[in-house]
């Protein structure tokens, strides 16, 4: 037997001078055959990069670095407005409610809708009262669903212009030597670096997919509840929560434990059949993939090599991408084109 979890001990019988006796109860593995991996058909998707893209990016960065003027005119969407305000609710001020030369661009949506389109045709030197209504689930709860009072006082309203691409341009991006033709190789790499990701990334989730999909296992609910328990733990630890009445309903994270712990078992049947190893040469090659070249990478490499935990989680990544390019190995590839666009998501939202 394989246990899935640790057992459990009931009916325990501990007289003076008898034999101990008790029942333990324990779910075990599931045991199943992995369906012949060349019977899986896998997309990959294959992207170029053209040069209007290539374009398209150096416009994004120049969006990224906006120079702003002064104007004498109402505030419209783009510009850049410099105000003061104080808001009350009910006639009282409220915490965070009130301060001093604040800057924003119209359309960032950095302000709540209602006090941005209060400030919209104004311009420097006037005053406006603004009826601000709180989301209902806007982040600080004294707030939420209340509306507030703003008197608004507008400082200041600045047009928004790009940069040339010039010389001082490529160096707010790091590039000191080699001009424009520098910026535009660095541009270029980059975006070669992005692709890579996105693929890879499409490619690891249709090869979990076609695995889970090809081999369907019932997973014992013991490992379940384990996963449900190790999630919590993680999104406590990542958003800060000490009160575990803030965690989320247990039920709603059923669905993704079972798709952790179901994913967990095939992959690693896959390991056990392929006999794969974690490869030293590919953790290494991640180690520095993720301490980067950037000072005190020397010293931040010899932090992750003394953290066992650290190196577990590099080594379970590593085996992850070894069981993707396995079964890439194995089964059926057929490619599809996309744009550069459609793989990394590259202008497919308002803001390029």
């Keep these: 037997l394989r246990p899935a979890t640790d057992p459990r001990i009931e009916q325990l019988s501990a007289e003076p001078g008898a034999e101990m006796r008790y029942v333990a109860l324990l779910e ?51 510009d850049r407005v410099t105000v003061d305000f104080e808001g ?28 941005e389109d209060g400030v919209r045709a104004a311009k420097a030197g006037e005053t406006r009262s603004i009826n601000v209504s709180f989301p209902s689930d806007y982040g600080s709860p004294a707030l939420a669903g209340k509306t507030a009072v703003f008197s608004v006082t507008v400082k200041k309203v600045e047009e928004q212009k790009l940069p040339e691409v010039d010389a001082e341009f490529c160096e707010a991006f790091g590039v000191s030597e080699g001009g424009i033709d520098a910026l535009r190789t660095e541009v270029l790499e980059s975006m070669k670096r992005e692709l890579a990701s996105a693929v890879n990334g499409r490619v690891r989730t249709a090869v979990l997919d076609k695995l889970l999909e090809a081999n369907p296992v019932e997973v014992p609910r013991g490992m379940v509840a384990e996963a449900i328990q190790s999630m919590q733990v993680d999104f406590a630890r990542r958003m800060g929560i000490k009160d575990v009445k803030q965690l989320p309903n247990p ?50 490499r010899r932090q992750y090599l003394q953290n066992a935990e650290a190196m577990r989680q590099i080594e379970s990544q590593v085996l992850e991408e070894q069981v993707v390019d396995w079964v890439i190995s194995q089964a059926q590839v057929t490619e599809k084109s996309y744009s550069f666009g459609e793989l990394t998501g590259f202008g497919q939202g308002a803001a390029a």
């Design 251 to 300: 039920e709603t994270m059923q669905e993704p434990a079972r798709r952790r712990v179901a994913l967990g078992l095939v992959v690693g049947e896959v390991i056990r059949a392929a006999d794969l190893k974690v490869e030293r040469e590919r953790v290494i090659a991640r180690l520095n993939e993720l301490v980067g070249e950037q000072p005190g990478a020397d010293d931040l």
């Design 88 to 115: 009350r609710i009910d006639g009282e001020t409220f915490q965070g409610g009130s301060a001093s030369d604040v800057p924003f661009v119209i359309g960032q949506r950095r302000m709540l809708k209602d006090f």
């Design 28 to 78: 075990v593995m599931p045991e199943f055959e992995l369906k012949p991996l060349s019977e899986l058909t896998i997309e990959r998707p294959v992207a170029e990069i053209s040069a209007a893209d290539q374009e398209a990016m150096l416009e994004a960065m120049r969006r990224q670095r906006p120079v702003f003027n002064e104007v004498d005119r109402v505030a419209g969407e783009g």
